[in-house]
């Protein structure tokens, strides 16, 4: 009994010993070809590839919780059954997670399917619920989410929240087709929440609502961007959340064209939290309808009031290099209750015609109506 049962041990003990240092490698490189075979089998792969997967009418493409080190790579065309559902449609989390696609890659959203020109405001009862695109929530360590081709997403496309290190590298959302007859509608393609080392770069990005919207998280990068056809490079709007902090954010090096607006930092009415530490570098802005820049400590179930209120101040609000042409609106609008420590170089939006009263200005920042 002792001889057999010490020998199993010796020999169990080996083949960890054995086993340990190439887990991962011992793991398959698995493809699926269905959402149910994906979910079923992700955490044993080191690999999983999705190859055309046609995603069932209400139901998630779910890798969440896979194993340390998975790669996830997107293969073919992957659509999307049609049910009104708030999703998400994809759904991925774990540590130190790289997803790519190859090349022609291309996720399909069909949101032509729900849209009706309400998005997401659907609480009166009337209009489609619409499921949300991606979430990218959870990832940590050190993932990535590279060279994706998202098309026609129903409503939002990526949620970010979180996650602490992500890099999202070369994706391109295409939701142009939204466009016609205004039926595309809160498209947002980056929102970012509770998040931390949030890294974007060479995004291209057409839509119908914000381009990046930053609700709360710290350390976040935005570079090399191109957003056409939406609101633009947002922060907020921020407070009445559970995380009400935003710091340390950098938009650097995009182009901002054919939008409601080009930079954008909101708060809620009568809320509390922060916003500091936000930099705008380098951005050029064309056919921007509403507002080239605007800063509005204001805003209250999604739309200004007029009267700003100080419960989350804007501070180390920096602008270097924002220039560029309206078609329209007005180039600079500013309402602060509790604005300070501001440095705005080289802004110079020009072509705006409406002329609305700013206030709050900080006084020796450089930014002017
Ligand atoms: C939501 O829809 C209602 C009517 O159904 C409308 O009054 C309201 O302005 C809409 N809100 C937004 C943000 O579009
Ligand atoms: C900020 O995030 C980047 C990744 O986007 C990371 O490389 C850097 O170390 C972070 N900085 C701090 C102070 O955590
Ligand atoms: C950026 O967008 C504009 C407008 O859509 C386009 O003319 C330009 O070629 C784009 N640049 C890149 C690098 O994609
Ligand atoms: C002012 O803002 C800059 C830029 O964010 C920051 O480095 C600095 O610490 C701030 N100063 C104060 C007194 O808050």
Redesign the pocket.
């Known amino acids: 009994m002792v001889y057999f049962s010490t020998l199993a041990g010796l020999l169990g003990s080996a083949a960890l010993v054995a086993a340990a240092p190439t887990a991962l490698e011992q793991r398959a490189a698995c493809t699926f070809t269905t959402a149910a075979a994906a979910k079923a089998g992700k955490t044993g792969c080191a690999s999983i590839t999705l190859s055309s997967i046609a995603v069932p009418a209400g139901t998630t493409l779910d890798l969440t919780g896979l194993t340390a080190g998975t790669k996830v790579i997107f293969d073919g065309t992957t659509t999307f059954g049609y049910e009104e559902w708030s999703g998400p449609l994809i759904s991925i989390s774990g540590k130190d997670i790289t997803v790519t696609g190859t090349t022609g890659n291309s996720l399909n959203g069909g949101g032509a399917r729900w849209w009706d020109g309400l998005g997401s405001n659907v609480s009166s009862g009337k209009g489609k619920v619409k499921p949300k695109f991606f979430y990218a929530h959870s990832l940590t360590g050190s993932s990535s989410i590279t060279g994706l081709n998202i098309l026609n997403a129903p409503v939002q496309v990526i949620s970010i929240d979180a996650s602490v290190g992500l890099s999202l590298n070369h994706i391109t959302i295409d939701n142009s087709a939204g466009d016609a007859n205004s039926l595309g509608h809160n498209t947002d393609a980056f929102d970012i929440g509770q998040s931390s080392n949030i890294w974007i770069q060479n995004a291209?990005v057409?839509n119908q609502d914000d381009c990046v919207a930053i609700n709360s998280g710290t350390n976040i990068t935005f570079t090399g961007g191109?957003c056409?056809g939406g609101h633009g490079l947002s922060v907020g709007s921020v407070g009445g959340r559970s995380d009400n902090t935003v710091k340390d954010v950098h938009f650097l090096s995009s182009?901002i064209?054919?939008s409601m607006n080009g930079v954008r930092v909101k708060t809620v009415s009568g809320a509390t939290g922060s916003v500091s530490g936000v930099t705008y570098q380098d951005i050029t802005l064309s056919g921007i309808t509403a507002y080239g820049v605007v800063v509005e400590q204001d805003y209250q179930n999604g739309s200004p009031t007029g009267v700003p209120t100080s419960g989350v101040p804007i501070t180390g609000l920096t602008l270097n290099n924002v220039h560029g042409t309206m078609s329209g609106g007005q180039s600079v609008y500013i309402l602060c209750a509790s604005c300070s420590n501001w440095s705005w170089t080289k802004v110079a939006v020009t072509g705006g015609t409406v002329k609305k009263t700013c206030k709050g200005i900080p006084s020796g920042s450089g930014a002017a109506c």
Request: glycine letters at 0%; charged letters at 30%.
């Open positions: 291209i057409k191109n056409s182009t064209s054919k």
